[in-house]
């Protein structure tokens, strides 16, 4: 791990617009080479801002970054080895496909014979062969999407960026392109930052994610780390679906805290350092199971709501901790609306969680 | 230290050592010194390094020092703070000694007295500056700008830099340089000393202010004729745009495009022209004139001549150009408002007065203040048909030509001209910006506009009519008074005043042209045909760079390429005198100054035109050809230029035919040698010899007519490439 090479790296940056207008807030992080990093978060958190900066479009007001090593914080986007593929994909109108793809070479004063190879290559490898003559509004979205991206693929650079590349694409596209980018870049081994706000989207390609919020860093790491153990009430919701409870802490014993949810039953849980008043339980919907007795419960309550989505349930629980959002595949033997249930919980999807 | 800075100063090296420094005496083209040999050793033509040894200019001798100071950053990378300061030394130090050189020391030796209590009479004299100076002043700007560039302005890019440079010492020098001419010559006294009680004397001159007219005896000072009239111009022509807006949008009329069409006349219209037409239909001789004297036995009067001529070729001349406001307002009003309004038990009258007319009040304002600038500015109409009703457009004209000769009094009237205007154009932007209620949205807006109430439809329609028909007479005048012999005493058909005006033949020596106007008009297109490229390509750098780039100073910088909108022509003409008579900038009577003044008059089009285009484009074209790895100059040639083709078209030909209608700046640049369309048909107008004039203008008429239609037909073909998806 400790050999691994850094490919971009943020160290303290920040970018203020019109002298108060904060968009990205003393953020920090690496990323490692030949992986693909996912910047998530709602829209105005400072993602995009981010990748425009990796690209050189904009400067940080403070800090340094460095792409493999070498200060670039100054440096304009012309002389990166950096490219970028652009949520609206940003084709020359006016250039045929093989222009368009061409086009960073012919910038860069690369020999006529390599550009025609290296840009039949790049079509090749992304399935469009053959359509190097048709102008880009000849094109279907998801050709348009294959154009853009082996333009910026064609220069090899040392750093690829994707800003929100899917949003044009209708949903069944969405999943085939992504696993296409995915795939690209393992073949490849590219390094990529990838940006989104679709959380699904970044569990999906991602090898880690940096969920941001309010121009910071909320939480980074892999996207079983992020599920799982969420740092705080912002992740847990952000990412998947998340029940929030107050709940009391009885006792610590070493990283482990026991908890009380009102039945006899206790939950034990690493406690992460968190303090009782600023603490509450993360639950996703699948992780509790509905129980028709007291038996291995932690807590009771009454079915508000029943909804049936073909492959589960959806349960609005009533209790005295609020209401629970549950997600039962459970379909053939549902609980109906006003009984009493009992709450069971998973091992898994259950977390403390800063306020 | 890198190539571009090299060329830079090689060309600035070239401007030093073997350009004539000083400006020619037969003109920019003149290349005669070229042949002459000893060039070097004649005052007038000898580069600068022979004026210094020569001709005792010894303050021309620090500048090779700042040419070659940046050769200190030689080797080293641009982010060297050695690199970037001497750029930066040697731009600041160079540019300095230039303008200080050129300022203070002119035709007859010190310009300030101050210098010459200090340093004793100086009997050396200078001219104006010529290649020599121009090629050596470029490179102090480019180094200047560079060294920004490498200090982290704009991310370090050079082109940009050096482009906000360029375009501001272009505005400074032929905008705000001529205009703080009108400045000081309305603060100094006859004698040329500097007087601020000189300038109240004038400035408060009944002349100017005097209200006699009111309380009986005599006239009305020029500020208030002015105000007047361009009040009720204004108000006029915003009723008038807007009842034809209100029938090209909501009644159900078909022919909107036609009804478009026909505002491209006042664009294509020297400004006098419609004047011309309203003489020969209600002038002392004019054909309605005779018709109600001979009908009612009235005595034909010259009443055309004063407010109530000026006023109505004003308002027929700028109605199309406030239709063309409204109808973009009256268009905005989103309909589902409307329809939101009737379906709540609203009539059509009352949703008119409660919902669409306040949210077009701004709109109205916006067209009124745009009639109020237009007619302030005029010059032709009011030259024409003013008489007695002097407005303070003919009368700056007057005081500098002709007997008077007043500069002061000139500018001081320029003074409150430009306060008009200005105050008006400040208005427009600051207080109608933040106003603006149009509300087309990025929803689809299916709703259909409610038609008009069937109370005032009528009146609407009649007013509308006869306003399109009156029009269409004055221009069918224009056309049929060009055949007649003399108008009103002898109508028989004749072709004589197009055979004076353009009479032309072959003989044995080739093609001559022995009419009257051909002087005029080849001049008139060819000043027109160098101008409007000049123009294009400066309007549009100014509108990428208002649009695609975010610097410190860009409202200012906005607001200075937008002032010359509201500068009207005479203040320009006057300040361009004024400032460009003598040293160091010295241009009076060359072809020169007239280019200049186009290119300053009409960059506005040439902005407005480019902002509109370059707002559609995405600007993740430019970042996408960034990140490419093309600098910004490679995109904005690769990207921006062949994108914006439709605009550069546009740009070029509203520049030649502005530049070839134009008559308030033009008619005090004109010379023997360079005169213009306009202007000699004006002086064909102070002789009465109104058929030629007539046949003239409908000559530039018909000729411009077909530029805008060959316009019209390259933008629309090439419109079909520029889909865009979002």
Known sequence: ?355 | MNRVVLRWMLLGLVGYLLLPWYVLEDGFWGFSWLFSGGFIFDGGYAPAWAQVLFFEKSWLAPLPLFLLLPLAGYKRSSSDPIFSSSLLIAGVGGLGCLVIQGLSIGIDGWEFSFLNDLFGPLSIRQFGMGYGAVAVALPFLFFLTQGIAARGAIRGDVFVVGSIGLIMALIVTFIFFPLSHILVSALENEGGIFSLWSFFDRFASQGIWGLKCLYGGGRCGVAWNSLLLALLVGVSTTFLGFLFALVATRSGFKRVRLLKSLAVLPIITPPFVISLSLILLFGLSGTVTLFISDLLGITPSRWLYGLPGIWLAQVLAYTPIAFLVMIGVVEGVSPSLEEAAMTLRAGKWKTFIDISFPLMRPGLANAFLIGFIESMADFGNPMVLGGNYDVLSTEIFFSIVGSQNDQGRAATLAIVLLFFTLSAFYLQRRWLGKKSYVTVTGKGDSGVHPPLPTAIKPIIYSITLFWLLFTLVVYFMILFGSFVETWGLDNSLTFKHYVTAFSAGLDQRGIYFDGSAWNSFFTTISIATIAAPLTAAIGLLTAYLLVRQKFRGLAIFEFGTMLSFAIPGTVIGISYILAFNVPPIELTATGSILVLCFIFRNMPVGVRAGVAAMSQLDKNLDEASLTLGGNSWYSFRNIILPLLRPAIVAALVYSFVRAITAISAVIFLVSSEYDMATSYIIGRVENNDYGLAIAYSTVLIIFMLLAVLALQFIVGKRNLGRRLRR
């Open chain 1, 1 to 355: 791990m400790t050999t691994k090479k850094i490919a971009v790296r943020f160290e303290k940056v920040s970018k203020i617009f019109d002298k108060d207008v904060v968009a990205v807030d003393n953020v920090s992080f690496s990323i490692e080479a030949g992986s693909l990093v996912t910047l998530l978060g709602p829209s105005g958190c400072g993602k995009t801002t981010i990748l425009r900066m990796v690209a050189g479009l904009e400067f940080p007001s403070k800090g340094k970054i460095f792409i493999e090593n070498e200060d670039v914080s100054l440096l304009p986007a012309t002389k990166r080895d950096v490219s970028m593929v652009f949520q609206s994909y940003a084709l020359f109108p006016h250039m045929n496909v093989a222009q368009n793809v061409a086009y960073g070479l012919k910038a860069s004063s690369v020999p006529k014979d390599e550009i025609d190879s290296r840009t039949e290559e790049v079509l090749k490898l992304v399935g469009l062969t053959g359509f190097d003559k048709r102008l880009p509004s000849e094109l279907s979205g998801g050709q348009q999407q294959r154009v853009a991206v082996s333009r910026a693929l064609v220069l090899k650079p040392q750093v690829l960026l994707f800003d929100e590349p899917l949003s044009n694409l209708d949903a069944k596209l969405r999943r085939q392109v992504r696993e296409e980018i995915r795939d690209i870049q393992q073949q490849l081994h590219l390094s990529v930052i990838y940006v989104t706000h679709d959380q699904e989207e970044a569990l999906a390609v991602s090898d880690r994610v940096i969920v941001m919020r309010n121009a910071s860093i909320a939480q980074s790491g892999t996207p079983f780390e992020l599920y799982e153990t969420p740092n705080d009430v912002f992740v847990a919701d952000f990412i998947g679906d998340a029940n929030l409870l107050d709940i009391n802490i009885l006792s610590i014993k070493g990283d482990l805290a026991e908890i009380s949810l009102g039945n006899n039953k206790k939950l034990t849980l690493p406690h992460k350092g968190l303090v009782q008043n600023k603490i509450k339980l993360a639950v996703r919907p699948e992780s509790i199971f509905l129980l028709d007795q007291d038996k291995d419960a932690y807590l009771q309550g009454t079915v508000a709501k029943i909804s049936y989505l073909g492959s589960h349930l959806e349960y609005l629980i009533n209790t005295k901790l609020g209401q629970l959002f549950v997600k039962d595949k459970n379909v053939l033997r549902p609980f109906s609306a006003g009984s009493d249930v009992w709450i069971g919980l998973a091992k898994h999807g259950v977390s403390l969680v800063s306020l």
